[in-house]
């Protein structure tokens, strides 16, 4: 079995942050049918203000898993792997429902284990909202897919090989098809004329506003997350086993979670009479 190298440490008081924060994100995406009509006076309101508090929590999240381990090394393969993500997305360009940014998230997450695959899942899309110009009040929403894609994936079952990589394949694909199902429960209940049959009706009942957003999902959505979960197999069959031997012997030669120690100015310098296991 190939050991793991968590890239950041994650303790219990941010075990406990995030599990909030996947409460919170549940609701964020699922108030279309949880908010009572007329809550909040318009359909435009609760997605605002959820991205609002999704940006609040993601902040309070990061700020607690680098309180909890993140160091020099950690910090700067994460700024590497986000540039990398940042840069690749454009060249999918969302064409087809071709997504480039998330081999390398569901890859990193793996490896790295989930805080770290978390954190590169904002970070990425939140370097690549700047850099195309995707700054919007979606972005929250996809921040906070994409972390939650990154961390699953460092709880994988343990695996090597080529069933490694299929699984990671498998998930990969499941990912893609779960990512946009989530992303278009924000924007569905004024996306729609109010008259058709798979728009959002305040008031429904559970079940049948939920068939009305399966439909809605199946006629506009299925085709581009099927060109995600696509893209997300294919790259990683492919680029996979390449990727992770890549990153498994950075984070060897890193050994992120090493403990520092500070030696004596002698022990440092050589001195004589310094013992050699102080050297």
Not at 147 to 175: I, K, Q, W
Request: glycine residues 12%; charged residues 10%.
């Amino acid at each position: 079995m190939t050991a793991r190298a968590s890239a950041i440490r994650i303790k219990a008081r941010a075990g406990i942050v995030i599990a909030m924060a996947a409460f919170l994100g549940v609701v964020a995406f699922f108030w279309p049918f949880l908010v009572a009509p007329g809550k909040f006076g318009s359909h435009y309101a609760p997605p605002l203000i959820f991205g609002v508090l999704l940006v609040i929590v993601l902040c309070v999240v990061i700020s607690e898993i680098a309180e909890g381990g993140i160091n020099s090394k950690a910090l700067a393969m994460l700024g590497v792997l986000s540039a990398v993500n940042a840069a690749i997305r454009p060249l999918g360009a969302g064409t087809a429902g071709i997504e480039t940014v998330f081999f390398i998230l569901v890859l990193a997450g793996r490896v790295y284990g989930p805080g770290f695959g978390f954190t590169l899942g904002c970070t990425s899309l939140f370097a690549s909202a700047l850099i195309t110009g995707g700054v919007g009040p979606w972005m929250p929403y996809q921040m906070f897919g994409c972390a939650f894609v990154g961390m699953l994936a460092g709880f994988l079952p343990r695996a090597t090989g080529r069933r490694e990589v299929l699984m990671l394949a498998v998930y990969g694909s499941v990912s893609g098809y779960l990512f946009g199902f989530l992303l278009n429960l924000s924007f569905w209940p004024f996306s729609l004329d109010p008259n058709s049959s798979i728009a959002y009706l305040p008031g429904l009942p559970f079940t049948e506003q939920f068939q009305r957003y399966l439909a809605f999902d199946l006629a506009t959505s299925l085709g581009w997350d099927t060109g995600r979960a696509v893209t997300n197999f294919v790259c990683i069959c492919l680029a996979g086993p390449a990727v992770l031997t890549v990153f498994r012997r950075a984070a060897r030669k890193a050994r992120f979670q090493a403990p520092i120690r500070f030696a004596p100015r002698g022990a440092a310098d050589g001195a004589p009479g310094t013992p050699a296991s102080a050297r």
